[in-house]
Structure formats: structure tokens, C-alpha cells
């Protein structure tokens, strides 16, 4: 199945690979765009996925990735106050810039350039989480711990 990937799966599946992990990229069928869609596609429960989003900081325009469990909202105050600024949602074209990715399919790690990364604390009560791995439709599993690994993420309360 590896073997097959879409090219931006695949440039996920090697970011894990370099980073000395085996998860494995799967391409579904169904769509994994949204939590809800992705949370059915893989049969987990919604708050087990990890939506990607990326936010550019008022004052630096520095990208910020926040990692955040699919059943959660971010509070942009307790973000802002993490990072030291005032933050903005990103337009998809600063997405694609900083990371390489389209918005849909953002995954965690692989980005065009190095990124600070927010992990929301409420992923760890789970022992696996489900991300976007590049496409629409491409995920892989992980635990926490892992996730905190490959990304270098700081764990925090942002929801």
C-alpha cells in the first residue's frame, strides 16, 4: 500500500520514515478533510483526531502549528499568551507556503520550513491519535507521546 501513495502522502510517510518512526500513511477512500469525516473513516472516536491548524502571528507573521484534538476549539487568548503574540488565522495561501500543504490535508510533521508547535493537551488522554498525512484523504496513527516526538511540539492547554 506504501508503495502506492500520493506524492504528498508519500513526502509525509518519508518525513516519518527520517524521523526514525514506522507509522504507516494510509490513503482512504472516504474523505478525512473535516474530524467528523475522518473520525468515521477510521472508526475512532472525533476528539482522537488531530486537526492541523495553522495560525500566522499578528506582529512577527511567524507560522504557528496547533495541534488540537478534533472535539476541541482553540482559544486564541491562551494560544496568543503561549506564544507570546497575538495570533490570526492563516489564509490558505500562507498555509501552502509555510508548510507545503494544502488546508485539508496538513499534517503534523513534513513542513516546507520549521515550525512552533502547540499540541492541545486534551490528545493525551487517548492512546492513539489519528492525523493528516498530506491529502484530503491520507492519515496515519500514533500515540501522544509519539506525536510530541516527531513534531517537538510543547503540550498545552489551548482549547
Not at 2 to 13: F, G, M, P, T
Not at 55 to 81: H, M, Q, W, Y
Request: charged letters at 20%; aromatic letters at 4%.
Amino acid at each position: 500500500m506504501e508503495a502506492n501513495l500520493s506524492s504528498s502522502a508519500r513526502k509525509v510517510q518519508d518525513a516519518l520514515t527520517a524521523l526514525g518512526h514506522s507509522m504507516q500513511v494510509v490513503e482512504l477512500p472516504a474523505s478525512t478533510r473535516t474530524a467528523v469525516e475522518a473520525a468515521q473513516a477510521v472508526g475512532c472516536d472525533v476528539g482522537q483526531i488531530v486537526k492541523s491548524l495553522i495560525f500566522k502571528g499578528r506582529e512577527s507573521g511567524r507560522p504557528i502549528l496547533l495541534l488540537v484534538s478534533g472535539t476541541n476549539r482553540v482559544d486564541l487568548e491562551k494560544a496568543a499568551t503561549t506564544v507570546g503574540e497575538a495570533l490570526d488565522k492563516a489564509d490558505a495561501e500562507f498555509v501552502r507556503q509555510h508548510t507545503g500543504f494544502a488546508i485539508g490535508g496538513v499534517p503534523p510533521v513534513g513542513h516546507a520550513e520549521a515550525l512552533e508547535t502547540l499540541i492541545d493537551v486534551d490528545l493525551l488522554q487517548y492512546s492513539q491519535v489519528w492525523a493528516a498525512a498530506g491529502t484530503p484523504n491520507a492519515v496515519f496513527c500514533l500515540t501522544p507521546a509519539d506525536l510530541e516526538r516527531v513534531t517537538g511540539g510543547r503540550v498545552v492547554k489551548i482549547a
